[in-house]
């Protein structure tokens, strides 16, 4: 079967085990049915995922120009904290701003290789745990805006990471961990203007992800770099695809790119 289209983040199902799906263009996979089948990868051009020109991608899927003018990259995308719209204040686009700013947002603890702290809007719950590889997950806080779990997290990044090792997640190389614990410790460390928003009845989430063999050393594929690529899938996790040789190619940071995919 040959199929050609740009990259885009996986969408997921939650299952057990979880269902992964491709959408390159006019085809939809299902990459879960891909296991144990050879899988042929051409690096074909660069495509950003706002213009659709043929320019060479700067970062998540986008050109230069796109990266540096879209709101949904300005800098309170990776630092919640730095959120405005709840004062009215315009960033790159106020109105965009206010529709994902402020709306409910919840402050969790997920397991991926260790136990992180992050935030994310309401509605990617738990599409957000799945994109990091996390066995386990639970909510601490769920805000009213951006801003109020930003802060929440700047405080607790002083008591727990905010980092996946993304080795340690494809290995499997994790422990089990009792969230609930952790989120009563952490707790007291919440601002004060955040304590109200406390989720006291939330209980610990599980994942189980289509892995046949995790990697022993995973080696990153960039397709930038190496053009084609063919190998058998084993596994997916995280927005991670894993082959029988090690090579783990994340779709996230190869996004923007055009492939083509022949599976044998």
Known sequence: MLYEGVLRKMLTEVADPIEYYLNLDNSFINVNQLLDKTMNISFLRFECLNCA???KI?????????????????????????????????????????????????VYLANSSSVKVGVTRKSQIPTRWIDQG??????????????????SEVVLKNHVSDKTNWRNMLTNNITDEDLNLWKENLKQYLPEEVQPYFINTSEEVNFNFPVLQFPKNPKSLNLDKTPFYQGILKGIKGQYLIFEDDTVLNIRSNEGRVIGLEIN
């Open 53 to 55: 020109l043929q320019k």
């Open 58 to 106: 700067f970062r998540q899927g986008f050109c230069y120009d796109c990266f540096m003018s879209l709101p949904q990259t300005a800098d309170w995308i990776i630092n919640p904290e730095l959120s405005k719209a709840h004062l009215g204040i315009e960033d790159r686009d106020l109105e965009y701003e206010k529709m994902v700013q402020l709306q409910p947002h919840v």
């Open 134 to 151: 996390a066995h386990e997950a639970i909510k601490i806080v769920e805000t009213p805006n951006r801003y109020l779990a930003g802060i």
